[in-house]
């Protein structure tokens, strides 16, 4: 039977929303800081002088009293977190900085991750000494020059970040060029001040200035098996799209409809998760890693947001009521453009001067959420608990009518009452599944913030997201009678090795829907002959 083009234009149309939403996310260039110059070109002056007119003498500058501040807070990671108060200067704005990842009388321990101690004769300025001069690259022409480092750079002392890149065994990580503004080339990469710091480090028995540089990627087994889980849970998924898209029966009913848009939604927000899980923060362009990471939240909201548009559809048809084709879409439209709408609302949030923890992080030391602020809660878990609490709600409900449904209905708003009853039945238990995966979530995060841990990448997510693909191709593909039934006339049907035993088509739709007979198909007709679908007929 030859589709009406009106039809294919109608389900064109969210499609082509999509699209454009996608294509048109642009960034926003950072906020300004309330204090006179951003953290990263400030340094502590609190053991400077301070003079008559509130300015500064340090490191042989005099920083005015209105580039200076008091900050009870220090950036690690790119996150605020608490600290003593004390005084920062403007101090880069004058001079470039270098930072060095600790005080002259300690050492960075590469097994601990912190300083320590440094294992010398040596007092504490014989030490600092050591730190007198550094070679220079002249970017233009790539010579190298000598410099007493006070002559050319204000030294300060910063963690930087927790996670330093240490490869001692790699002879390119001992490679590595100093310019004149403070900037630094390591690894293929041009590094900031705020991104590195230098430590000596003992190699083939000599202590050498290395610069550390910020990792802000998992690796190991870890990571692999949270991209591997991923990737598979994608291809599941992407099998069970392909299966209902193919099946005509399913596609024109508002249950398949919704499904084929929750599988394509799901399915775009984990490819974008496995990308950013498999490319560094710093591999990937301001513009990209934010563009990216939104584009993993729109998706996999409206992929919940579709979850309970087909619990309320249920809940409304077991009403005795139905929905017609034209009206879902508009609703399929409006729950795409609520996504699209708190997208815009978490780039406000994260450009805007709001207390920081509060930010969502997308785009600044993460592409995605970053787990050390409260952000991925309020605007993630938070509207996550919501769509599942109010789908649970719409299931008690309308488990509850259905309950009180006598034994002689044939049929709900037009649709067959087996066939509806089991679509309700196989789509609550995936709900219910994606309900135990995302509270397990909740209390994961909520457990590690108030032990004061984070993580980058939590492997068991990729392993529960995995089984929940599984799940998924259980119930909304094996336990779908209209999947089960186009299985058996276009696959089983048609096997070389069909017994004589094997059923006919007609024998066999008879046995699974127990004799629709004509005169059920013609009271369908009749009392929804203007809404009638093909689902709804197709065992005739």
């Known amino acids: 039977m030859a589709s009406h083009p009106k039809y294919h234009l109608t389900n064109a149309l969210p499609i082509l929303l999509l699209l454009t939403a996608v294509f048109s996310v642009q960034p926003l260039n950072a906020a300004t800081p309330t204090y006179p110059c951003p953290y990263a070109q400030t340094v502590n002056i609190s053991d400077g002088l301070r003079l008559k007119d509130g300015s500064y003498s ?45 005080p002259p009388e300690q050492v960075f321990d590469e097994q601990k991750r912190s300083c320590m101690p440094h294992a010398s004769s040596l007092n504490a300025e014989q030490q600092r000494a050591r730190y ?42 001992w490679k590595w060029d100093l310019y004149a503004n403070g900037s630094l080339s390591s690894l293929d990469k041009i590094w900031d ?43 599941v998924y992407a099998f069970i799209l392909l299966t209902l898209v193919s099946i005509r029966a399913v596609r024109n009913g508002g249950y398949g409809e919704s499904l084929i848009f929750h599988l394509a939604s799901t399915i775009i927000g984990l490819a974008a998760l496995t990308y950013l899980a498999l490319r560094s923060r710093l591999e990937l362009s301001e513009t990209a890693c934010r563009n990216i990471g939104f584009i993993a939240y729109v998706f996999l909201m409206f992929s919940f947001f579709l979850l309970t548009i087909i619990s309320w559809n249920f809940w409304y048809n077991f009403k005795t009521r139905r929905l017609s084709s034209w009206k879902r879409k508009i609703i399929y439209m409006l729950a795409f453009g609520l996504a699209v709408g708190l997208r815009f609302l978490l780039k406000f949030i994260q450009d805007s001067d709001v207390y920081q923890p509060l930010k969502p992080g997308i785009g600044d030391a993460f592409c995605w959420f970053d787990v050390r602020l409260w952000g991925i809660l309020l605007y993630y878990y938070i509207p996550i608990l919501i769509c599942l609490g109010f789908s649970m709600l719409l299931y008690l409900r309308t488990y509850i009518i259905i309950w009180n449904l006598s034994d002689d209905i044939i049929n709900v708003a037009g649709y067959d009452i087996k066939l509806i009853k089991a679509h309700f039945y196989a789509f609550f238990a995936y709900l219910l599944g994606v309900s135990c995966v995302w509270l397990r979530e909740l209390v994961v995060y909520l457990t590690f913030r108030w032990r004061g841990q984070y993580y980058i990448i939590d492997f068991v997510t990729g392993v529960c997201i995995f089984g929940l693909s599984i799940a998924g191709l259980f119930f909304l593909l094996y336990k779908n009678p209209l999947v089960r039934l186009w299985w058996h006339v276009n696959v089983t049907f048609y096997l070389p090795y069909r017994t004589p035993e094997r059923p006919d088509n007609d024998v066999y739709l008879t046995q699974i829907y127990h004799a629709a007979d004509q005169a059920r198909t013609d009271k369908l007709k009749e009392g929804y002959k203007d809404e009638i679908k093909e689902e709804d007929i197709a065992l005739k």
């Open 193 to 235: 001040t705020d991104q590195y710091c230098l430590t000596p480090l003992e190699h083939k028995k000599v202590w050498s200035l290395v610069p550390l540089t910020c990792e802000r990627s998992a690796h190991g087994f870890r990571l692999w098996i949270y991209v591997i889980c991923l990737f598979i849970a994608t291809l």
């Open 58 to 102: 340090y490191a042989g500058l005099l920083i005015p009293a209105n580039m200076t501040a008091q900050y009870n807070f220090k950036v690690v990671d790119g996150v605020l977190t608490n600290a003593p108060p004390h005084i920062r200067g403007c101090a880069c704005r004058q001079r470039p900085c270098i930072t060095f990842c600790c």
């Open 132 to 173: 007198a001069h550094i070679e220079v690259t002249d970017s233009a022409d790539g010579s190298v020059r000598v410099v007493n480092i006070t002559d050319l750079f204000v030294m300060r002392y910063e963690v930087g970040c927790s996670r330093k890149y240490i490869d001692k065994s790699d002879d390119i990580f």
